[in-house]
């Protein structure tokens, strides 16, 4: 499976660039990899939601999280943010452990 995605075969149909993204991906920490992957499922479960004007949204509170996964991830990464953190861990993980 892994290989298909680089070699393009994947939802990134750009051989170099699904290359690279995986090289990029391999390369993060366990923490920033678990975040990325919280963040984009939140996305793909409507927790947070992308607007028209280019802006990721957390439902619940309305709160603007960032432009992107990356910018989202480094919101919830601060402490001050641990309230929404927790609440989106735990609607993906209700998905994750059904």
């Known amino acids: 499976m ?3 995605h680089i070699n393009g075969e994947g939802a990134e149909r750009n051989a170099s660039r699904a290359a690279q993204e995986f090289l990029d ?6 923490e920033s990899l ?3 992957a919280i963040v ?7 927790l947070l939601n992308a607007k028209s004007d280019g802006f990721i949204y957390h439902k619940t ?3 603007m999280l960032g432009h992107n996964v990356q910018e ?4 919830l990464k ?3 943010n641990d309230n929404i953190l927790m609440e989106i861990t735990k609607g993906v993980e209700k998905y994750w452990n059904n």
């Open 2 to 4: 892994m290989d298909k």
């Open 25 to 30: 991906t391999s390369n993060l920490e366990m």
């Open 34 to 36: 678990k975040m990325k």
């Open 40 to 46: 984009k499922d939140a996305i793909y479960y409507r």
């Open 61 to 63: 509170s309305g709160s």
């Open 72 to 75: 989202v991830t480094e919101y």
């Open 78 to 80: 601060n402490p001050l």
